[in-house]
Structures are given as C-alpha cells and as structure tokens.
C-alpha cells in the first residue's frame, strides 16, 4: 500500500493508482483534456498538473504514480495558475472559432449556421422548432434589422452574403399557433460562453470552408417556398464550430474565466478535410493534439486510422501518408468524433441539440 496527502488529507491506496485516479475518488476535481480511462496515459495537454510539495516540481497527475510520503497540491493558486498557462498555451494555436460570426452579431443570438443546416437538408419542422426556441421571449428581430448577419457572413467575401434574414423570415413565417404552444417545452436559455477567435485568414483558407457548398449553386435573394429556402441555405459555409456545446477545451477556458488571445500561432493552417464515404470531418486547426483518437486506432488492423506525422512543434495528427484520408475510418468515425475533446473531428450531418441556440 501506498501513503501520500493530497491537499492536506491523508490517503492509503494500492500501488499503481496515479494521483488523478485518488482525487477523482476522493471527489477532488482536477481538469483534463487528453486523459481517457480507456487508453494509456499521454499526457499531452497538461492542464492536469498538480505540484510535489517535498520536490518542489509540477508534476501530470493523469500519469504521476502515487508514491510513498507525497505530498501533493491540487488547489491552490500556485497550481491554478499553471493551468491556466497550459490552456492560455493549447489555444494560442487554436485557430477556430466558437461561434459563427453571423450568430455572434446577431441581435438575438439566432443560430444560424444550424437553421441553414436544417433547410439545406429539407428539415422544416425542426427548421421551425427552431425559430419558435429563437423567437418566443422577444419575437422575431430580422425584419427592423438592417442585417448585421449578413454584413459579418464570410460567404460575401467570395461572391454574396447568404440571405440570412429572408431566411430567418420565411421559416417564422411557417410557425402556427399550436405549434408556438407545444414548441414552448424542454427550451433552455443560452448563456454568454468562453468565444474563441481565428484571427487573420488568408485566402486560400477562406476557400476551404467552401467545401461543405455544392460547386454550383443557384443563389436567390428571395424566398418564397421551402424549394428557394432549401436552395439559397446550401451557399452557407459552416464556418461554425459543429462542437459548439459539447466541448471540454470551451468548457475549461470558461471554468477558468480565460479570454482567447489576440496573437494565434500558426502551427496548422485552417484545412477542412471531409470523407466521402463516410461524411467525417477532420479540421486540423481546431486540433489540441491530445492523441486520443490516435490511440483509439492504433491498435485496429481492419482500417487505417489517424496517427503523427512530422517531428517536434511541427507534428500534426492526420490519415497515414501512405492512405487517402477517404479511406481511414470507414467504421470508427462517430467513435473518434465521440472521443475528441474539441471540434476537430466532427460528422457533416451532425446536428447540434437546438434548444437553447
């Protein structure tokens, strides 16, 4: 057995234990990102670290043994801090946003990018759910605004903006009475969240959120049935973070009251991979390089699977140099997209939960 103090209480465990499984059981919180009870321990993100009082030295808790006499510090401000530097670190070169800009400007926080996603795919009833969650405490903004949506949509940096608001109109306009009643349930309010921020984008990244838009595509300005509206939703380049709720890198940085900085470094550049076969979606900039989907394919000879390449700052996750990324993952993807702790991996279908947009 193994004696040791974490934050002043006297622990006696088994040997082998690491010093994040003790305080997990002792209810103690510590935050991680690349750890996963599944798979060996990386320690990649180092958002976990914990100080060794008689060593004087930082140490991972998600892969420090525990070992006779420790005496460890999980919570002080000394510790904190540290964190704080590690996650101020992973999203320095954490080149994506949160939110599109459309949504951020917006006077009612409308989410945009998912009502299109809706129309695009011909889903008007939840098109409609959608606007009802949206509109129900202070009515719909779109027709007295002069289009802030529109004037931030990146897609009038290639040809024109889409036409957010004649959307966002049309789709209200198709509420009735008794659905506004029954849509009134299971609707939580959103709340101001940590936002990140790309910063500069050059052009050739402009074209990659493109991808996502059919190579022709008939605009229109007005709509008028559920044809035009599903028609002129296809021209939105999803420049959204499908992750948007479900992310523990935005989960932490709010926990820890951290703003993005202004100066990103561009480790990776803004690149949208998608797989034909199978709809996953890999974005390397929004990547913290935690390994974990790495690892959860590693050991798999069926299908290739994502893994390292190049050396040092430099490394990136992608498909195997040998592979064509259309041919990785042809069983795992919703499992690698479950176990990313960030938006990088993502599904083109996906939706994101609409209560509460």
Request: charged fraction near 25%; proline fraction near 4%.
């Amino acid at each position: 057995m193994v004696k040791l103090k974490i934050d002043n209480a006297d622990f006696e465990v088994k040997e082998g234990l690491t010093i994040l499984d003790i305080a997990i059981g002792a209810g103690i919180k510590i935050p991680t990102l690349c750890n996963n009870k599944n798979f060996p321990h990386y320690s990649s993100c180092m958002v976990c670290m914990v100080k060794d009082q008689k060593k004087e030295n930082f140490l991972p808790s998600c892969s420090a043994l525990a070992q006779d006499g420790m005496d460890i510090d999980c919570s002080s401000d000394e510790v904190k801090s540290l964190r704080r530097e590690s996650i101020e670190l992973l999203l320095s070169e954490h080149r994506a946003e949160c939110e599109a800009p459309c949504k951020v400007v917006c006077p009612g926080g409308y989410n945009i990018p998912l009502m299109n996603r809706l129309l695009s795919a011909k889903d008007f009833n939840t098109a409609v759910q959608l606007s009802i969650a949206q509109i129900q405490s202070s009515g719909l903004k779109c027709k007295d605004c002069p289009g802030y949506c529109e004037n931030a949509c990146r897609r009038k940096k290639v040809d024109t903006p889409v036409s957010i608001k004649n959307l966002q109109i049309f789709v209200s306009q198709q509420i009735k009475m008794e659905n506004r009643v029954a849509g009134q349930h299971n609707i939580k309010k959103s709340s101001k969240r940590f936002a990140s921020h790309i910063g500069k984008i050059e052009a050739d990244e402009l074209q990659e959120w493109l991808k996502e838009c059919k190579n022709v595509i008939k605009r229109v300005r007005e709509i008028s049935d559920s044809d035009s509206a599903a028609m002129e939703s296809e021209s939105c380049m999803h420049c959204d973070c499908r992750a948007a709720d479900n992310c523990r890198l935005r989960d932490i940085a709010d926990e820890f009251s951290i703003k993005d900085p202004r100066g990103k470094i561009v480790n990776s550049p803004i690149q949208k991979k998608i797989n034909i076969n199978t709809g996953l979606i890999f974005e390397n900039a929004k990547c913290i390089k935690c390994g974990l989907c790495v690892r959860l394919c590693e050991n798999s000879k069926e299908e290739p699977g994502l893994c390292f390449i190049n050396r040092g700052f430099v490394s990136i996750i992608s498909e195997p140099l040998t592979e064509d990324f259309n041919d990785i993952l042809k069983t795992k993807s919703q499992e690698v997209i479950d176990i990313c702790p960030t938006g990088a991996l993502s599904l083109k279908t996906h939706q994101p939960p609409i209560w509460g947009a």
